[in-house]
Each structure stands twice: as structure tokens, then as C-alpha cells.
């Protein structure tokens, strides 16, 4: 990768990161779908404004409309709303950690629901540690060691499975030749005309209290940075690094997050959450294969 493209990805782990960050403070002002409807709507908002601005083709159709309704669902209608819920009730950082999952989850999907992405023995080893991390991570909350409610990290897995359910169905999107920006846009649509009823029958956000300055800086920031410019950043490294250069920034959004929710929020984590974020991530740099080749290379006789 080019210089321009690690700083971009570096930049896309700290807005991603911040996610989590901006989450915590919203949420206390915010009921979690809410939360959710205003992050796609503002986000939405700020993508029409760039596709307005740039002169983009609005793609018209029932494939067009179909496929990314579906993946609207999966990416952002029920992740959103699981990883809000559940950051209810745990820390910004430990849910940043157990969204690091989603590449084992992905591995799982592909393997058992494609035929030309088979899991190879890295990449079953891979998924074995990022699980046993998952284990070391719940096993205390399990067992009643340690304050963390079950539903609330089972909430943010079930999340990151539905993320890599829609890597898979993500798959019949390049044929229809859309643009990045307007697939990112159209979903954003998309998900707030499914929230907003979600919204209007279950929090009724009309009755709530007008939300503080701090809740409204944050959702702002989640919706323009952590969303709408993520998006734009996402899918040019997408472009220009490759999805499996991508992969790296699974590694560093729990650092940022971890980072932000300590330095801002006082958030302190246990050091079995430190060592499930280990296993996971030995387990995401087993996926990934580079680092392995690396040291087996270096073993080779010249």
C-alpha cells in the first residue's frame, strides 16, 4: 500500500473507533433506534449533498433497489440496532472488541454458503483462535465473575454475524455497476425508511426530553464522520488497497475505541478483555495470512 493509503486507513480506524465512542455519550440523552435513525438519516442527508455536488447518475431499477434493500437489512438496519442496544450495557471498548469478530464470522458464511471461498487450514486456525477469544471474553460474564450481561455481548455478536451475512449477499452488488458513493447512500436511505416506524412505534422520540449539547455533537459527529465520510474513505481503499489490505483496519479499530473510551469516558477494561482482543487478533492475522508468510519466508533457506 501507498503512504496516502495507510493514512487513510489509519484515519478510517479512528472514525470507525470513534463509533463507539460517539455511542456511549448519545446514548445517554438517546434511546438506541433512535440513535440509529438519526446516524442514517443525517448520513444519508450528507451523501446526497456529495452525489448532488458531483454530478453522479441516480441508477434506477428493481434489481438496483432489491439487492441493496436486502443489504440494508443486514449491514445496517440490524447491526446498528444490535451493537446501540447493546452498549446500553457495556463499554465502548468491549464492544468494539467483539465487533473485531465479524472477519471470523465472515470466514464461517463464505466457507459453509459459497463455493469459491472455501476456508483453508489458516484461515480454520484463524477462527479457531478469534472463538477461543470470544470464550475467554464471555467465559467471566458467563460464570457470573464479572458485571457484564450476557445479552448485551450476545447482542453485539449477533451483530457481527449479520455483518458477514451481508459480505455475502455484498456479492451481487458489483454486477449492477453502481457507484461506491450512491451504494452507500441508497442503503443509508434505505435503512431510515425502515427505522423510522421502528422508531415512531417503539420510542415515540417525540415524547423524549430535547437531548444536551454533548448527545447532539455526538450524534452529529457519528452520522457526517463516522458514517457518511467513512464511506466515501472505505470504498476508495477499497479501490485502491484491496479488500485484503482492508482487513487491517479490523485491527486497529479496537485500539482507537479502547483509546477514546479511556482517555474521554474513563472506561477501564479487564484483562480478560485484553486477552480475548489478543486471541482475536491472532486469530484476524492468521485470516489474513500475510504475517505468517512473512515468518515462514524469512525461514526459508537462500
Keep these: 500500500m501507498s503512504l496516502r493509503d495507510w493514512i487513510l486507513l489509519i484515519t478510517l480506524s479512528v472514525l470507525w473507533g470513534g463509533t463507539f465512542f460517539f455511542v456511549r455519550i448519545a446514548l445517554d440523552d438517546l434511546p438506541p433506534l433512535t ?8 448520513g444519508a442527508a450528507v451523501l446526497y449533498a456529495v452525489l448532488r455536488a458531483t454530478g453522479e447518475h441516480f ?6 433497489w432489491t439487492t441493496l434493500a ?3 437489512l443486514l449491514n445496517n438496519v440490524i447491526p446498528f440496532s444490535l451493537i446501540f442496544w447493546g452498549q446500553t450495557a457495556i463499554p465502548a471498548g468491549l464492544a468494539a472488541i467483539l465487533n473485531a469478530t465479524a472477519p471470523l464470522f ?3 458464511v463464505m466457507h459453509l454458503f459459497t463455493a469459491d471461498e472455501k476456508a483453508t487450514p489458516g484461515k480454520a486456525a484463524g477462527v479457531a483462535f478469534g472463538f477461543l477469544g470470544v470464550v475467554v471474553l ?6 457470573g465473575r464479572i458485571d457484564t450481561p450476557l445479552w448485551a455481548v450476545a447482542a453485539c455478536l449477533g451483530a457481527t454475524l449479520s455483518y458477514a451475512f451481508s459480505g455475502l449477499w455484498g456479492r451481487r452488488i458489483k454486477p449492477l455497476g453502481l457507484t461506491p458513493t450512491f451504494t452507500a447512500w441508497l442503503q443509508l436511505t ?19 426530553a430535547m437531548p444536551g449539547w454533548p448527545a447532539i455533537l455526538a450524534v452529529l459527529a457519528l452520522a457526517v464522520l463516522s458514517t457518511a465520510l467513512a464511506y466515501i474513505i ?25 483509546l477514546l473510551a479511556g482517555l474521554f469516558l474513563g472506561e477501564r477494561l479487564a484483562w480478560t478483555h485484553f486477552a480475548g482482543m489478543a486471541l482475536i487478533g491472532l486469530g484476524l492475522a492468521a485470516i489474513d495470512g500475510r504475517l505468517w508468510r512473512r515468518l515462514t519466508e524469512g525461514m526459508r533457506p537462500a
Excluded at 440513535?35 to 443525517?42: G, K, P, S, T, Y
Excluded at 435503512?191 to 415524547?207: C, E, F, N
Design 234 to 258: 472505505f470504498f476508495r481503499l477499497l479501490a485502491t488497497a484491496g479488500p485484503s489490505n482492508l482487513l487491517l483496519v479490523t485491527f486497529l479499530i479496537p485500539v482507537s475505541a479502547i
Design 35 to 42: 440513535l440509529v435513525l438519526a446516524r442514517v438519516v443525517i
Design 70 to 72: 436486502v443489504m440494508a
Design 106 to 108: 465472515s470466514v464461517v
Design 59 to 64: 441508477p434506477r431499477g428493481r434489481a438496483v
Design 138 to 143: 464471555v467465559g467471566p460474564a458467563a460464570l
Design 190 to 208: 434505505i435503512t431510515s425508511l425502515v427505522m423510522a416506524p421502528a422508531v415512531g412505534l417503539l420510542d415515540r422520540p417525540w415524547t423524549l
